[in-house]
């Protein structure tokens, strides 16, 4: 019995080493695997395995996070906020940035979920209540999140690191970028279509401000710019589409990733007094100091920039690319502003970059206001409408110098460059005024605009023209074509601005023309009806609707290049008793 039951044990003994066996290996496969985990992944399987089991305990021989201490505890955030329909709602302000700061958002579970936030801390510390930091890079993180020594001798930080201005970078990228560049070197996409060239924000020079000749403009003067735009410029004002805490953002950003050297003193503004009210005396000295201070060798005789200066060739911007003097006449071209105070702060701070200097050291208060009037006292002021009513004369002044067209009534007309990248392009003509007369036979129609130079074509410039569109029927126009280099007038038609025009075989329209300080005077003439179908016919229309392209060759403009005016009308002053007499019938 004995020998058999010490089999027996034998048996037992062999059967349970295998089952150990069989258990341990697997044990030992999943224990290598596991090692295998770093200690996130590890974490977040002990949680699942926790969760299967219905306990969120995790064993206490958990391996630990790379780096984190014997014994200490993860800290968890906690904010008085809670998710409503998947938003995070907190229960006031302070917690509301309580969440911001540890950049707290609800998960799919509709819990709050916070990850990053909390103190700032760079390896710095404070002696004698100055920041002394371990090494360079401490040094550059602790000037990049502001820290300094507080009143207790502790490190505090306010700023946010390289990625605290997200909002203001988002910003300049989807608004600004397409002309001032990714990188803010003015070489956007669309900075080839632009007039000026659009700002280098990595010079660090700006033109518009209310401070000294270089030295940086403030927030509120780049605010100014931003929000109201540049008048005759391709700077659009962006008010209605960005708020002002958006502006305030990408200022920072452009402050910062562009031009920071320039910001790194604040540029101080001087303060703008009240003006001396006009008077003749104030007008004279302004007029004279303008001749004196030779603000006509660029601006021109009648400030209507076409001096002379203003065309030789080295009359370019810093970055060398060629400008051309404001206009002065024109108060919608003055991109500094057009009211008194904006004229003599130009005069006062000069404009960076350009040939405009300064002349606060070189004439008085009184003085720089005195041409500050004197601008302003010949500034155009535009008669906008959408009709234009002719004028009835026993015989047509065909005569650009006639003293009758000084007593004819006028309309003036903006005039605006095609749209491309979604914006319009600046042309150097953007006014233009019309007058008319007719007699019982003729009709005759000026156009009168300002132009810095004259242009009669060469090989480097196309010549200045006009066209003067007349629809005569669905999809027919009657167009009227002048040309500066042969002074000549041709009379086409179209099915259309952008299909090629085709020549008719008698013109019946005549032309004279004259170009003096930079203002250019057109008159044509023609009968009223030339019989020719193709031709608009005066005789049997009330409301006659035109539109005008104007060329500047100067500016490379010709085909659909060009400056346009909206559709306007033509008007005779007795149209109404003229239409009388055409309407009534015999027996009537």
């Given at each position: 019995?004995?020998?058999?039951?010490?089999?027996?044990?034998?048996?037992?003994?062999?059967?349970?080493?295998?089952?150990?066996?069989?258990?341990?290996?697997?044990?030992?496969?999943?224990?290598?695997?596991?090692?295998?985990?770093?200690?996130?992944?590890?974490?977040?399987?002990?949680?699942?395995?926790?969760?299967a089991d219905g306990s969120a305990k995790e064993d206490?021989?958990?391996?630990?996070?790379?780096?984190?201490?014997?014994?200490?505890?993860?800290?968890?955030?906690?904010?008085?906020?809670?998710?409503?329909?998947?938003?995070?709602?907190?229960?006031d302000e302070d917690a509301e940035s309580e969440a911001?700061?540890?950049?707290?958002?609800?998960?799919?579970?509709?819990?709050?979920?916070?990850?990053?936030?909390?103190?700032?801390?760079?390896?710095?510390?404070?002696?004698?209540?100055?920041?002394?930091?371990?090494?360079?890079?401490?040094?550059?993180?602790?000037?990049?999140?502001?820290?300094?020594?507080?009143?207790?001798?502790?490190?505090?930080?306010?700023?946010?690191?390289?990625?605290?201005?997200?909002?203001?970078?988002?910003?300049?990228?989807?608004?600004?970028?397409?002309?001032?560049?990714?990188?803010?070197?003015?070489?956007?996409?669309?900075?080839?279509?632009?007039?000026?060239?659009?700002?280098?924000?990595?010079?660090?020079?700006?033109?518009?401000?209310?401070?000294?000749?270089?030295?940086?403009?403030?927030?509120?003067?780049?605010?100014?710019?931003?929000?109201?735009?540049?008048?005759?410029?391709?700077?659009?004002?962006?008010?209605?589409?960005?708020?002002?805490?958006?502006?305030?953002?990408?200022?920072?950003?452009?402050?910062?990733?562009?031009?920071?050297?320039?910001?790194?003193?604040?540029?101080?503004?001087?303060?703008?007094?009240?003006?001396?009210?006009?008077?003749?005396?104030?007008?004279?000295?302004?007029?004279?100091?303008?001749?004196?201070?030779?603000?006509?060798?660029?601006?021109?005789?009648?400030?209507?920039?076409?001096?002379?200066?203003?065309?030789?060739?080295?009359?370019?911007?810093?970055?060398?690319?060629?400008?051309?003097?404001?206009?002065?006449?024109?108060?919608?071209?003055?991109?500094?502003?057009?009211?008194?105070?904006?004229?003599?702060?130009?005069?006062?701070?000069?404009?960076?970059?350009?040939?405009?200097?300064?002349?606060?050291?070189?004439?008085?208060?009184?003085?720089?206001?005195?041409?500050?009037?004197?601008?302003?006292?010949?500034?155009?002021?535009?008669?906008?409408?959408?009709?234009?009513?002719?004028?009835?004369?026993?015989?047509?002044?065909?005569?650009?110098?006639?003293?009758?067209?000084?007593?004819?009534?006028?309309?003036?007309?903006?005039?605006?460059?095609?749209?491309?990248?979604?914006?319009?392009?600046?042309?150097?003509?953007?006014?233009?005024?019309?007058?008319?007369?007719?007699?019982?036979?003729?009709?005759?129609?000026?156009?009168?605009?300002?132009?810095?130079?004259?242009?009669?074509?060469?090989?480097?410039?196309?010549?200045?023209?006009?066209?003067?569109?007349?629809?005569?029927?669905?999809?027919i126009l009657n167009i009227w074509f002048w040309k500066?280099?042969?002074?000549?007038?041709?009379?086409?038609?179209?099915?259309?601005?952008?299909?090629?025009?085709?020549?008719?075989?008698?013109?019946?329209?005549?032309?004279?023309?004259?170009?003096?300080?930079?203002?250019?005077?057109?008159?044509?003439?023609?009968?009223?009806?030339?019989?020719?179908?193709?031709?608009?016919?005066?005789?049997?229309?009330?409301?006659?609707?035109?539109?005008?392209?104007?060329?500047?060759?100067?500016?490379?403009?010709?085909?659909?290049?060009?400056?346009?005016?909206?559709?306007?009308?033509?008007?005779?002053?007795?149209?109404?008793?003229?239409?009388?007499?055409?309407?009534?019938?015999?027996?009537?």
């Open positions: 019995m004995k020998p058999q039951s010490n089999k027996s044990v034998y048996i037992i003994l062999i059967a349970f080493l295998f089952l150990l066996l069989f258990i341990s290996l697997p044990v030992y496969g999943l224990d290598m695997t596991v090692n295998k985990l770093n200690g996130n992944t590890l974490k977040q399987g002990m949680i699942i395995l926790a969760q206490e021989g958990d391996e630990k996070e790379e780096g984190e201490e014997e014994g200490e505890e993860e800290e968890e955030i906690e904010v008085d906020c809670k998710c409503v329909d998947g938003e995070l709602e907190c229960a911001e700061e540890y950049e707290c958002e609800c998960d799919e579970d509709g819990e709050v979920a916070c990850e990053g936030g909390g103190e700032l801390e760079v390896d710095c510390k404070c002696v004698d209540g100055e920041l002394e930091c371990a090494d360079e890079d401490a040094e550059s993180e602790a000037e990049e999140y502001e820290c300094e020594c507080d009143e207790d001798g502790e490190v505090a930080c306010e700023g946010g690191g390289e990625e605290e201005n997200i909002l203001g970078k988002e910003l300049f990228e989807a608004y600004c970028s397409r002309c001032h560049g990714i990188e803010g070197d003015g070489k956007g996409e669309a900075s080839n279509f632009t007039y000026p060239r659009p700002r280098d924000f990595t010079s660090g020079m700006f033109k518009f401000r209310t401070t000294p000749s270089g030295e940086p403009p403030t927030d509120d003067d780049l605010k100014r710019t931003i929000l109201g735009g540049l008048s005759g410029t391709s700077m659009f004002g962006w008010k209605s589409k960005l708020s002002e805490s958006d502006v305030e953002a990408i200022i920072d950003y452009i402050k910062t990733e562009f031009s920071e050297e320039a910001f790194e003193f604040e540029g101080e503004p001087f303060e703008i007094g009240d003006p001396p009210p006009v008077s003749e005396e104030i007008l004279k000295s302004g007029k004279d100091l303008f001749t004196k201070a030779k603000c006509w060798e660029c601006h021109g005789k009648y400030a209507r920039g076409n001096g002379e200066k203003g065309w030789q060739p080295n009359f370019k911007d810093d970055w060398g690319y060629k400008i051309w003097p404001t206009n002065l006449n024109h108060p919608w071209e003055m991109r500094n502003g057009s009211h008194l105070e904006d004229i003599y702060r130009s005069i006062t701070t000069a404009l960076d970059g350009t040939p405009m200097p300064s002349f606060a050291d070189a004439y008085s208060d009184e003085l720089r206001w005195g041409v500050a009037h004197y601008i302003k006292s010949l500034h155009v002021i535009r008669k906008l409408g959408s009709k234009i009513r002719l004028s009835k004369a026993d015989k047509i002044p065909f005569s650009t110098k006639d003293k009758f067209w000084d007593g004819v009534d006028h309309l003036d007309m903006k005039m605006e460059g095609k749209k491309v990248f979604g914006m319009t392009l600046i042309s150097a003509i953007t006014n233009m005024r019309i007058r008319g007369v007719y007699t019982k036979s003729e009709v005759a129609i000026m156009l009168e605009w300002m132009d810095k130079k004259p242009d009669k074509s060469d090989a480097a410039f196309p010549p200045d023209a006009i066209r003067l569109q007349f629809p005569v029927r669905r999809g500066a280099s042969d002074n000549s007038i041709t009379e086409y038609n179209a099915s259309g601005q952008g299909i090629k025009l085709i020549r008719q075989k008698n013109t019946d329209v005549e032309i004279v023309s004259d170009y003096s300080d930079g203002v250019y005077r057109l008159v044509f003439k023609r009968p009223l009806n030339t019989g020719d179908k193709n031709d608009i016919n005066f005789e049997t229309n009330e409301l006659v609707p035109f539109s005008v392209i104007a060329y500047d060759g100067k500016n490379m403009e010709k085909g659909e290049r060009g400056a346009r005016s909206g559709v306007k009308y033509i008007v005779y002053k007795d149209a109404k008793k003229r239409a009388g007499k055409r309407d009534k019938r015999p027996g009537q």
